[in-house]
């Protein structure tokens, strides 16, 4: 069955770093999209970044500028989202989900499978 796993969420200073992970089984990633989405305390649903199935390309939500980077780990069948120069806004719940719309959007919609979340929190 469709699986997603988020991981590596924690605690982290302003300016400092986390690399999030998405496990993924019961589909293949040359398939399916994968996106990251996030959202804090009082506020909506928003599109971090996403990498499309077709050729790996990726988007990014306007709020990243250049700090965040999503990649997919071969190996180990999972996307990952590395966050650089983390500030007290980026403070929400990560969620990554699967989405069969080629290319992808940073947008909920066409995300069908969700996973439950890994906790970011930045602060000092």
């Known amino acids: 069955q469709v699986q997603l796993v988020e991981s590596g969420g924690g605690l982290v200073q302003p300016g400092g770093s986390l690399r999030l992970s998405c496990a993924v089984s019961?589909?293949?990633?040359?398939?399916?999209?994968i996106g990251w989405f996030r959202q804090a305390p009082g506020k909506e649903l928003e599109g971090v970044s996403c990498?499309?199935?077709?050729?790996?390309?990726?988007r990014y939500g306007d709020f990243v500028k250049g700090r965040f980077t999503i990649f997919r780990d071969n190996v180990k069948n999972t996307v990952a989202l590395q966050m650089n120069s983390l500030t007290p806004e980026d403070t929400a719940i990560y969620y990554c989900?699967?989405?069969?719309?080629?290319?992808?959007?940073?947008?909920?919609?066409?995300?069908?499978?969700w996973g439950q979340g890994t906790q970011v929190t930045v602060s000092s």
């Open positions: 989900a699967r989405t069969a719309l080629n290319p992808c959007a940073t947008i909920p919609a066409p995300y069908d499978y």
């Open positions: 019961g589909f293949t990633l040359d398939h399916y999209g």
């Open positions: 990498r499309s199935s077709s050729d790996g390309g990726t």
